[in-house]
């Protein structure tokens, strides 16, 4: 369990919690899911002494859960905020092991190297999240993160980068934030920014899969690779709803709330609600391009599907008109010579020592006329690769 205590432009680190919450700033108390569920006692007190009321149960159970989606909820004294936030690409590895690991046991003796590995691309591997939650104070902010969370070590970080680029520079720049609301709002866009930094990712992705889906030949394991890309496609959607939804009744929440919850000055309440009001709208903004992009991933995969189906289609059409037209050609040719085959004592030509070139020359003549017929009515044409 950390603890920050946040005044006006500075931040330190303490080792417990204060007994009061300072008067110019807040305190941020950020936890793993599991330090969250060995220390609740330790958190609950907090609540209780700088926030004004304890955690509810229910929301201790949400926070504490590592698949609950993105969800809002408020009282009269905090509000809850759960954001599903980008599993990294070390997390995605750890569990794709963990997986692999339970696929060779229930394989009954087959090692990992004699199990087919399927075509899955990496990008859509990495659509994976995590539950980040949030219990907001007016003066308290407790923060819930997955083991090993990069966005609340990162944000620490940078604020004390800061700090200190503003004691070395004399000089009055300070991103610090004005409240835990602040707080968590930049944390979320943070979040929200991992997201759109893999869209480029998953469009190469999928561009690579249609290129190999559209080949002549495609390896077998495509079709494997395309549906898991779709239902990856599928999940990011529910995601980003499931964010939409949380955020837009946050946003709403921050504006129906009265101006002295911000500020004992109209002024500055005005501005630091439309601050918040700001960041919450740029937030959903983000979560809706996410969303549009993985509308349009979806709808050039399915393109992709069809076009592949036409061009089968296409390709079978080309073979069922050479073999019909192979057909059409030989059809009069086993016709005439089933005619010299009947066994008839008088035939023409039956006797004559010509009659073989005769009749293998009408042969090539009948079936070099069929052979212009179907080339000059574009029956036949000529392909090249």
């Known amino acids: 369990m950390h603890i920050v205590e946040f005044t006006a432009g500075s931040l330190r680190f303490v080792d417990a919690a204060p007994e009061r919450a300072p008067d110019d700033g807040f305190v941020w108390i950020y936890l793993d899911r599991t330090d969250f569920v060995r220390h609740l006692a330790d958190v609950q007190a907090a609540a209780q002494r700088?926030?004004?009321?304890?955690?509810?149960?229910?929301?201790?159970?949400?926070?504490?859960?590592?698949?609950?989606?993105?969800?809002?909820?408020?009282?009269?004294?905090?509000?809850?905020?759960?954001?599903?936030?980008?599993?990294?690409?070390?997390?995605?590895?750890?569990?794709?092991?963990?997986?692999?690991?339970?696929?060779?046991?229930?394989?009954?003796?087959?090692?990992?190297?004699?199990?087919?590995?399927?075509?899955?691309?990496?990008?859509?591997?990495?659509?994976?999240?995590?539950?980040?939650?949030?219990?907001?104070?007016?003066?308290?902010?407790?923060?819930?993160?997955?083991?090993?969370?990069?966005?609340?070590?990162?944000?620490?970080?940078?604020?004390?980068?800061?700090?200190?680029?503003?004691?070395?520079?004399?000089?009055?720049?300070?991103?610090?934030?004005?409240?835990?609301?602040?707080?968590?709002?930049?944390?979320?866009?943070?979040?929200?920014?991992?997201?759109?930094?893999?869209?480029?990712?998953?469009?190469?992705?999928?561009?690579?899969?249609?290129?190999?889906?559209?080949?002549?030949?495609?390896?077998?394991?495509?079709?494997?690779?395309?549906?898991?890309?779709?239902?990856?496609?599928?999940?990011?959607?529910?995601?980003?709803?499931?964010?939409?939804?949380?955020?837009?009744?946050?946003?709403?929440?921050?504006?129906?709330?009265?101006?002295?919850?911000?500020?004992?000055?109209?002024?500055q309440a005005q501005a630091r609600r439309d601050q918040l009001v700001a960041r919450a709208r740029d937030v959903m903004e983000h979560i809706d391009r996410v969303l549009h992009h993985a509308r349009r991933l979806e709808q050039s995969a399915e393109t992709a599907v069809q076009i592949h189906f036409s061009a089968q289609g296409h390709r079978t059409n080309d073979i069922m008109r050479t073999l019909t037209a192979v057909t059409a050609i030989f059809l009069p040719l086993n016709l005439f010579t089933g005619f010299f085959g009947m066994n008839f004592e008088h035939l023409p030509l039956i006797h004559s020592t010509e009659g073989m070139w005769v009749a293998l020359a009408l042969l090539a003549l009948l079936a070099g006329g069929i052979l212009a017929i179907f080339w000059r009515r574009r029956y036949l044409t000529r392909t090249g690769r």
């Open 50 to 267: 700088l926030g004004g009321s304890a955690l509810l149960d229910v929301h201790v159970k949400d926070l504490a859960s590592d698949s609950h989606p993105s969800h809002y909820d408020a009282t009269s004294v905090y509000d809850m905020v759960i954001f599903r936030r980008l599993a990294t690409l070390a997390e995605v590895q750890r569990d794709q092991e963990q997986v692999n690991a339970i696929a060779s046991y229930h394989a009954h003796g087959v090692g990992a190297s004699a199990l087919t590995k399927p075509l899955v691309p990496e990008a859509f591997s990495r659509i994976d999240s995590r539950a980040v939650g949030f219990a907001i104070f007016d003066k308290l902010l407790i923060s819930v993160h997955p083991a090993g969370c990069y966005t609340a070590n990162s944000y620490v970080q940078r604020f004390v980068a800061d700090a200190k680029l503003a004691v070395d520079t004399a000089g009055t720049r300070n991103r610090v934030p004005q409240g835990p609301s602040d707080l968590v709002l930049r944390t979320i866009n943070t979040m929200v920014d991992s997201y759109l930094d893999l869209r480029k990712d998953l469009a190469t992705a999928l561009e690579n899969a249609q290129a190999e889906l559209l080949k002549p030949d495609p390896r077998q394991d495509t079709w494997s690779a395309m549906m898991h890309a779709r239902r990856r496609l599928h999940a990011l959607q529910d995601l980003c709803e499931e964010q939409q939804d949380a955020m837009q009744e946050w946003l709403d929440t921050l504006r129906e709330l009265p101006l002295t919850a911000y500020h004992a000055d109209p002024a």
